[in-house]
């Protein structure tokens, strides 16, 4: 114990003896531990808005729907519709439900004085959608004539508003338009081509990739339009515990019934997942050079201390300090290296992550139109692991410079190699 | 192809030895004969054929479609088709009560829908689906297949029966990228139609059916089409009158005079 006391202050002297080739490796240690740790926590707030923007404006965070309707989408699915209020009453009453909102997704057409153009439609009730989805609201441009904010004054709302996205309204006003109201139209539950006129009061960005050409319309004119009137055919719903997911899915289907089908937000956008396993792919190849750089930085300088010190460590085996000891010094000196870049890198990292995560960034998102706050954060548990492997690895990488060292004939290594 | 000589000879039983006993037999089968054209049938020939009996200059029919939709339940529309000269067309819809008063005009590329609790008419797309059935607008108001494709005689499809004919579309309104259509060989009535989509996707697939005079005008009576993107759909439509003797007024083929 005593020993190995000794040798570590062996170590921490000889670590300090060559400050400025120490001051060189620790500079690479916490530069790469300190990168790794702020792109992780870059990333990680990043993946967070991608998952609240997809969740809280346009998912919800679980939906309901009659049983097939997902694998259905392209055939008729407005014939999978059901009562509104009976089964919105039912999911409301489930523990851990936050907010339901009734939607009616359908293929249309939007007509323009001499304009028509294909578009999707949601079909919303303005005053339940946005407490699901509330994202939503900062991405409608409407004066308050379509969607107004819980507790806002419903007075400016029009009865017959749409809205549409900034692209499809660009294309509809491509020609200079014939006066007059725009007309919605779309098959009706019997495939009947069927009309509504519409206002369109404003606009809507996207916050995801996919389909630009989106409408959306209040949930009462839809159900004239497709005579459905008090039916729809999706239920989104947000949770109070994101992490409760599971549990509240579980308990929603029971509620329910095996007639309906219900999903998670990640089943319904299962691109969001894709994109999340591409980042972290991306970032651990980057890590993986970072971490292998400086620790081949780490190599370099031990190597150097052993030829440097070939006269000194001539002179302890000369002494009679054991090969195994010399090992273990000079294993020490890089781990104690190791661990101090990386306590210095995590402090640094955390550091910055911290700041960015108060002061918050505007990034586009992949597939949106308008740029997100960002507020990056990291976990602890990186964290710790971002240190440790740093310090493991510095050992692991002066294995090679130790070895080296106590291979050295004390002879011809006291004669300066 | 089959001469002249050879095809009466065949319709005959080609019985005859003797010159005399051939040569009159021989007259009364060319006069027998439909008409040169399948005789010595050419793609031109044959969709001219085509377009005489499907989309005669005027002409008003009644017809009646039924849309087979993938639940296994029936729409059952019926209405009035007019036509006048090359390009213009006008469906009125009388029934089911839900679309009844609902109009269609063609007036050469444009195709317009007229909904009448909008009291307006809103342009559409040939493409489209033809109420929600498995025709689409422009198969019900677009029947010229000689301005909107160039044809040619395919062998290889070819039946002991029918012509096929593969048609290429020469302008985007058309209805089809490509078609193939199979007309018999004894009088020129189509058969059978395949139609393609723009990746050489088979998207519907016809069959004429009932074939039967009007009047002057023998055509099929009745056209299956079937989604063969989804098969369990598929729409009929029947022609429950027609005639050609008639030449509408100019005046009904305009957007003002929908919803009258």
């Given at each position: 114990m005593m020993k190995a006391l000794s040798l570590a202050k062996i170590a921490a002297r000889n670590v300090l003896r060559n400050q400025r080739r120490t001051a060189i490796t620790l500079a690479a240690l916490v530069l790469g531990v300190g990168v790794m740790i702020t792109v992780r926590g870059l990333l990680n707030g990043l993946q967070y808005s991608l998952v609240d923007g997809v969740v809280h404006g346009q998912t919800g965070a679980i939906q309901v729907h009659r049983k097939g309707y997902l694998k259905n989408v392209l055939a008729s699915p407005l014939t999978l519709d059901f009562e509104d209020a009976p089964l919105r009453a039912k999911v409301a009453a489930v523990a851990g439900v936050k907010a339901v909102a009734p939607r009616i997704l359908f293929p249309g057409m939007i007509s323009l004085g001499d304009e028509t153009i294909f578009l999707l439609n949601q079909a919303v009730d303005p005053a339940l959608e946005f407490e699901v989805c509330p994202n939503r609201l900062t991405l409608i441009v409407d004066g308050g004539k379509f969607a107004s904010a819980k507790g806002a004054p419903a007075k400016a709302q029009v009865a017959d508003a749409m809205v549409v996205t900034v692209e499809l309204d660009k294309a509809l006003r491509a020609k200079p338009a014939a006066a007059g109201p725009a007309a919605l139209l779309a098959p009706d539950r019997d495939g009947t081509l069927s009309g509504e006129n519409v206002s369109l009061v404003g606009t809507m960005q996207l916050n995801s990739p996919g389909e630009r050409k989106i409408g959306m319309v209040r949930l009462d004119v839809a159900q004239r339009l497709l005579k459905l009137e008090g039916r729809v055919t999706e239920l989104v719903i947000d949770v109070h515990e994101i992490e409760a997911i599971p549990e509240v899915v579980a308990a929603i289907q029971a509620a329910v019934g095996p007639e309906f089908e219900v999903h998670t937000w990640e089943q319904v956008a299962p691109f969001v997942v894709d994109i999340r396993a591409r980042q972290n792919a991306v970032l651990q190849i980057v890590a993986t050079v970072f971490l292998l750089l400086m620790l081949l930085g780490v190599a370099n300088t031990m190597l150097m201390s052993v030829l440097d010190r070939t006269r000194e460590i001539g002179t302890m085996m000369a002494i009679g300090v054991r090969r195994r000891t010399i090992v273990g010094l000079f294993l020490l000196e890089a781990t104690l290296i190791g661990a101090l870049g990386g306590l210095l890198g995590g402090a640094v990292g955390a550091g910055m992550t911290a700041w960015l995560g108060a002061r918050g960034l505007q990034i586009p998102l992949p597939g949106s139109s308008v740029p997100t706050m960002v507020r990056p954060f990291i976990g602890s548990g990186y964290l710790v692991g971002v240190v440790l492997l740093a310090t493991a690895g510095a050992l692991v990488f002066a294995l090679y410079p130790a070895w080296r060292a106590s291979r050295l004939r004390p002879v011809q290594a006291l004669a300066g190699g | 192809m089959v001469s002249p000589e050879r095809f009466a000879s065949r319709r005959l039983g080609g019985g005859a030895e003797c010159a005399a006993r051939l040569l009159v037999p021989m007259f009364v089968a060319f006069a027998l004969l439909p008409s040169p054209a399948v005789a010595q049938a050419t793609a031109e020939s044959l969709l001219r054929q085509y377009d005489g009996a499907m989309g005669p200059v005027n002409f008003e029919a009644k017809t009646r479609m039924i849309a087979h939709r993938d639940d296994g339940t029936t729409r059952d529309y019926t209405m009035k088709v007019t036509k006048k000269g090359d390009d213009k067309f006008r469906v009125q819809f009388q029934a089911p009560s839900a679309v009844a008063g609902q109009e269609m005009l063609r007036v050469g590329d444009n195709l317009w829908v007229y909904m009448p609790n909008l009291k307006r008419a809103v342009r559409l797309a040939n493409r489209d689906s033809f109420q929600g059935g498995d025709f689409n607008n422009a198969d019900v108001l677009r029947v010229n297949y000689q301005r909107d494709y160039d044809g040619k005689l395919e062998p290889?499809?070819?039946t002991a029966e029918a012509h096929c004919l593969d048609l290429t579309a020469k302008t985007k309104s058309a209805s089809y990228d490509r078609v193939r259509l199979w007309l018999r060989k004894s009088d020129g009535q189509p058969i059978k139609g395949e139609y393609f989509g723009?990746?050489?996707?088979?998207?519907r697939a016809a069959e004429f059916k009932d074939h039967k005079a009007f009047g002057g005008l023998t055509r099929p009576g009745k056209i299956v089409m079937r989604n063969m993107l989804n098969l369990k759909r598929f729409s009929e439509m029947e022609w429950q009158a027609l005639r050609t003797d008639v030449d509408p007024p100019a005046a009904r083929f305009v957007l003002d005079d929908l919803g009258k």
């Amino acid at each position: 114990m005593m020993k190995a006391l000794s040798l570590a202050k062996i170590a921490a002297r000889n670590v300090l003896r060559n400050q400025r080739r120490t001051a060189i490796t620790l500079a690479a240690l916490v530069l790469g531990v300190g990168v790794m740790i702020t792109v992780r926590g870059l990333l990680n707030g990043l993946q967070y808005s991608l998952v609240d923007g997809v969740v809280h404006g346009q998912t919800g965070a679980i939906q309901v729907h009659r049983k097939g309707y997902l694998k259905n989408v392209l055939a008729s699915p407005l014939t999978l519709d059901f009562e509104d209020a009976p089964l919105r009453a039912k999911v409301a009453a489930v523990a851990g439900v936050k907010a339901v909102a009734p939607r009616i997704l359908f293929p249309g057409m939007i007509s323009l004085g001499d304009e028509t153009i294909f578009l999707l439609n949601q079909a919303v009730d303005p005053a339940l959608e946005f407490e699901v989805c509330p994202n939503r609201l900062t991405l409608i441009v409407d004066g308050g004539k379509f969607a107004s904010a819980k507790g806002a004054p419903a007075k400016a709302q029009v009865a017959d508003a749409m809205v549409v996205t900034v692209e499809l309204d660009k294309a509809l006003r491509a020609k200079p338009a014939a006066a007059g109201p725009a007309a919605l139209l779309a098959p009706d539950r019997d495939g009947t081509l069927s009309g509504e006129n519409v206002s369109l009061v404003g606009t809507m960005q996207l916050n995801s990739p996919g389909e630009r050409k989106i409408g959306m319309v209040r949930l009462d004119v839809a159900q004239r339009l497709l005579k459905l009137e008090g039916r729809v055919t999706e239920l989104v719903i947000d949770v109070h515990e994101i992490e409760a997911i599971p549990e509240v899915v579980a308990a929603i289907q029971a509620a329910v019934g095996p007639e309906f089908e219900v999903h998670t937000w990640e089943q319904v956008a299962p691109f969001v997942v894709d994109i999340r396993a591409r980042q972290n792919a991306v970032l651990q190849i980057v890590a993986t050079v970072f971490l292998l750089l400086m620790l081949l930085g780490v190599a370099n300088t031990m190597l150097m201390s052993v030829l440097d010190r070939t006269r000194e460590i001539g002179t302890m085996m000369a002494i009679g300090v054991r090969r195994r000891t010399i090992v273990g010094l000079f294993l020490l000196e890089a781990t104690l290296i190791g661990a101090l870049g990386g306590l210095l890198g995590g402090a640094v990292g955390a550091g910055m992550t911290a700041w960015l995560g108060a002061r918050g960034l505007q990034i586009p998102l992949p597939g949106s139109s308008v740029p997100t706050m960002v507020r990056p954060f990291i976990g602890s548990g990186y964290l710790v692991g971002v240190v440790l492997l740093a310090t493991a690895g510095a050992l692991v990488f002066a294995l090679y410079p130790a070895w080296r060292a106590s291979r050295l004939r004390p002879v011809q290594a006291l004669a300066g190699g | 192809m089959v001469s002249p000589e050879r095809f009466a000879s065949r319709r005959l039983g080609g019985g005859a030895e003797c010159a005399a006993r051939l040569l009159v037999p021989m007259f009364v089968a060319f006069a027998l004969l439909p008409s040169p054209a399948v005789a010595q049938a050419t793609a031109e020939s044959l969709l001219r054929q085509y377009d005489g009996a499907m989309g005669p200059v005027n002409f008003e029919a009644k017809t009646r479609m039924i849309a087979h939709r993938d639940d296994g339940t029936t729409r059952d529309y019926t209405m009035k088709v007019t036509k006048k000269g090359d390009d213009k067309f006008r469906v009125q819809f009388q029934a089911p009560s839900a679309v009844a008063g609902q109009e269609m005009l063609r007036v050469g590329d444009n195709l317009w829908v007229y909904m009448p609790n909008l009291k307006r008419a809103v342009r559409l797309a040939n493409r489209d689906s033809f109420q929600g059935g498995d025709f689409n607008n422009a198969d019900v108001l677009r029947v010229n297949y000689q301005r909107d494709y160039d044809g040619k005689l395919e062998p290889s499809c070819t039946t002991a029966e029918a012509h096929c004919l593969d048609l290429t579309a020469k302008t985007k309104s058309a209805s089809y990228d490509r078609v193939r259509l199979w007309l018999r060989k004894s009088d020129g009535q189509p058969i059978k139609g395949e139609y393609f989509g723009a990746s050489g996707k088979l998207m519907r697939a016809a069959e004429f059916k009932d074939h039967k005079a009007f009047g002057g005008l023998t055509r099929p009576g009745k056209i299956v089409m079937r989604n063969m993107l989804n098969l369990k759909r598929f729409s009929e439509m029947e022609w429950q009158a027609l005639r050609t003797d008639v030449d509408p007024p100019a005046a009904r083929f305009v957007l003002d005079d929908l919803g009258k």
